[in-house]
T-cell receptor, first 113, second 110 residues
Framework: QKEVEQDPGPLSVPEGAIVSLNCTYS??????FMWYRQYSRKGPELLMY????GNKEDGRFTAQVDKSSKYISLFIRDSQPSDSATYLC?????????????FGKGTLLTVNP | DTAVSQTPKYLVTQMGNDKSIKCEQN?????MYWYKQDSKKFLKIMFS???????INETVPNRFSPKSPDKAHLNLHINSLELGDSAVYFC?????????FGSGTQLSVL
């Protein structure tokens, strides 16, 4: 079983839709959870950074962590064509820089105008 | 005024050659990384340096050698390139575990 599983998609939605992106993981020791967005031919950029279980909201984006189920989600409200990108979940055992991130394989999202 | 910049952006070379990729960050971070992203977009850590000291070294062939002359620079030298080395290589720096990536170097080994 891979440490982090993420449905690669592709996922195609109409503009304005609510998008749900998900990852599951096997290592219950993961404490920090992140979502990165990667546009084509660009480096990943950090979207959301959360610690432990619960929700975190930032504009149209909500990150949700359920440690009991080992499941994290990213919700995008009122999706826009500019949200079209690959979304990567990532997690680590600790919050310091000496902890490596384990990434999911990414979900390719297309938002159609 | 790019935060993490790496050069070159594209690198096309023959099998058996030696090549280097350079990375510089102006964010003042102490930790820098090299990640490899394969054709299926899977992003995997290769190395991590904290203030010029190697702290993470994943199972990477000896042909890959990172060098950090100072905490703002982390270069990657690859000897005897193989077809399987073709990938996008990303440099990153971090502040408390939040990574900031460069735009990547697409390496194609022919």
């Amino acid at each position: 079983q891979k440490e982090v599983e993420q449905d690669p998609g592709p996922l195609s939605v109409p503009e304005g839709a609510i998008v749900s992106l998900n990852c599951t993981y096997s290592n219950s020791a993961f404490q920090y959870f992140m979502w990165y967005r990667q546009y084509s031919r660009k480096g990943p950029e950090l979207l959301m950074y959360t610690y432990s279980s619960g929700n975190k909201e930032d504009g149209r984006f909500t990150a949700q962590v359920d440690k009991s189920s080992k499941y994290i989600s990213l919700f995008i409200r009122d999706s826009q064509p500019s949200d079209s990108a690959t979304y990567l979940c990532a997690m680590s055992l600790g919050g310091g820089s000496n902890y490596k991130l384990t990434f999911g394989k990414g979900t390719l999202l297309t938002v159609n105008p | 005024d790019t935060a993490v910049s790496q050069t070159p952006k594209y690198l096309v070379t023959q099998m058996g050659n030696d090549k280097s990729i350079k990375c510089e960050q102006n964010l003042g971070h102490d930790t820098m990384y090299w990640y490899k992203q394969d054709s299926k977009k899977f992003l995997k850590i290769m190395f991590s340096y904290n203030n010029k000291e190697l702290i993470i070294n994943e199972t990477v062939p000896n042909r890959f050698s990172p060098k950090s002359p100072d905490k703002a620079h982390l270069n990657l030298h690859i000897n005897s390139l193989e077809l399987g080395d073709s990938a996008v290589y990303f440099c990153a720096s971090s502040n408390g575990g939040k990574l900031f990536f460069g735009s990547g170097t697409q390496l194609s080994v022919l």
